[in-house]
């Protein structure tokens, strides 16, 4: 079979809004290495957009989930429980930083866990409504993409958007927006938009995924919990993409020590299987009556006992010990490369743990981004065996999300790939 026959049908048959950035078909994955269907070997730098902490098709998890398999694959929570779900949510419940009692409830996608949240927090609050930040990234499901801030590819054309949804700017020192200027902007929207005794809840992503790795200050998560806790507002942490031991903690927001009402979880918690959840302080989950949440697939089996594999694992093979280590290989690398006058283009190194990323520039004094050249890297670095993925509002940033499982020559082998491939495309444009 040919990438370019599969690449033909799939252009004849799938709408283009499902975009793909790699125009190959995959054939076979093991940890952090894929091959395609015409058995071309890649690096996966980008774990299925943040889903394979624990790397493709880890034996353990193919393990469980096969032996589940022989037992039974679907019941309906709803109509019949299992002990999977339930050891999975105490499990979490005792993982998540809240500082009071959790329950945990699951669903299949980080979109489904957003939405559920919203539910949740209204149905606590009895408010309506919702504030989220710009540049943030919830989903794509209607009420998700309104609280999405980035329009282009996301939410063009698809409005209206449910009403209540509030934006104020996330704090980006590196793009000239303080902490003050967000609080002067959430102070300007009580004023003019909507009284604080009528917020349900404030949404943010302790780092900014999508919106291109922008990590939340500290000091500002710290003032934003007593702001919502002064309003009675509710503090969601979506760490769909920060969670399950990217940053060296369980939950990115843990770093900060600020103790959010509920979190979202999604991607890495069940090791590709699909399976999102909502953990929060139980006087807030237990707000909503019987039959008010759920979905018929919501915490299938297979995935449950896939999460609580992953979360083994994770102890086991001392992934957030793992995750400082990568962490710390990348951001060394990237900086020397920084440093050195051939890449005037690389404009900022940052990362917490393994969720490391970097600006690509016109040139460093300005820090103007450079989506072109950015775009030029991750397809360079597909010629090239390695697969990256770009994110950020200016579309300028190259986000790095290996395996937290990968093998130390495949993880410097990637990262010599991003060099070779860099001096390959900057020289071109140079
Ligand atoms: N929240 C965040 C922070 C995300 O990064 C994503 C996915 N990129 C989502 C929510 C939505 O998750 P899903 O695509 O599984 O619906």
């Known amino acids: 079979m040919l990438n370019q026959d599969l690449l033909k049908r799939r252009t004849q048959s799938v709408p283009r809004g499902v975009a793909t950035i790699a125009p190959v078909f995959v054939a076979k994955a093991k940890n952090s290495e894929i091959w395609d269907v015409e058995g071309k070997r890649y690096i996966d730098f980008a774990g299925g957009i943040a889903v394979l902490n624990t790397g493709h098709s880890h034996p353990k998890i193919i393990d469980a989930v096969s032996k589940q398999l022989q037992n039974y694959n679907h019941t309906a929570f709803q109509v019949i429980g299992y002990e999977s779900y339930i050891t999975l949510a105490e499990k979490l419940n005792q993982l998540a930083p809240t500082g009071e009692n959790n329950k945990t409830i699951f669903f299949s996608t980080g979109a489904e866990a957003l939405e559920n949240s919203i539910k949740i927090a209204r149905a606590a609050t009895k408010r309506s409504a919702i504030i989220a930040f710009t ?6 499901t209607m009420m998700t993409l309104a609280m999405t801030g980035k329009i282009v590819p996301y939410k063009s054309g698809f409005g209206p958007f449910p009403a209540e949804v509030y934006h104020i700017p996330f704090p980006n020192k590196l793009h000239n927006v303080a902490e003050e200027d967000s609080f002067k902007a959430l102070e300007s929207l009580f004023k003019t938009d909507v009284e604080p005794s009528r917020v349900a809840a404030i949404v943010i992503e302790p780092i900014q995924g999508e919106g291109g790795f922008y990590i939340a200050p500290f000091n500002f998560l710290k003032q934003l919990r007593d702001l919502c806790t002064h309003y009675g507002i509710l503090l969601i942490a979506d760490e769909v993409q920060s969670g399950i031991a990217r940053t060296g903690k369980m939950f990115a927001i843990e770093h900060s020590k600020v103790k959010p009402d509920l979190i979202t979880v999604a991607k890495s918690l069940a090791g ?26 919501a915490g299938n089996p297979l995935a449950c006992v896939a999460g609580l594999t992953v979360l083994d694992i994770i102890q086991e093979e001392k992934l957030l010990e793992r995750a400082q280590i990568i962490g710390k290989k990348m951001t060394d690398f990237l900086n020397n490369m920084a440093q050195s006058n051939q890449f005037n283009c690389i404009g900022e190194v940052r990362g917490l743990g393994a969720m490391v990323a970097f600006e690509l520039v016109k040139d460093r004094m300005h820090n103007e981004p450079d989506s072109d050249l950015t775009k ?3 397809s360079q670095a597909l010629k090239n065996n390695l697969i990256i993925l770009s994110c950020g509002t200016y579309g300028n940033v190259i986000r790095l999300l290996m395996p937290l499982t990968i093998q130390d020559e495949l993880l410097v082998e990637g990262l010599e790939t991003i060099k070779s491939s860099l001096e390959q495309v900057f020289n071109v444009k140079n």
């Open 376 to 378: 030029a890297l991750v």
């Open 135 to 140: 540049g943030g990234f919830h989903g794509r």
């Open 272 to 297: 590709g299987f699909p399976l999102s959840a909502v953990v929060g302080k139980s006087k807030i989950m237990d707000q909503v009556e019987p039959g008010g949440l759920g979905g018929t697939y």
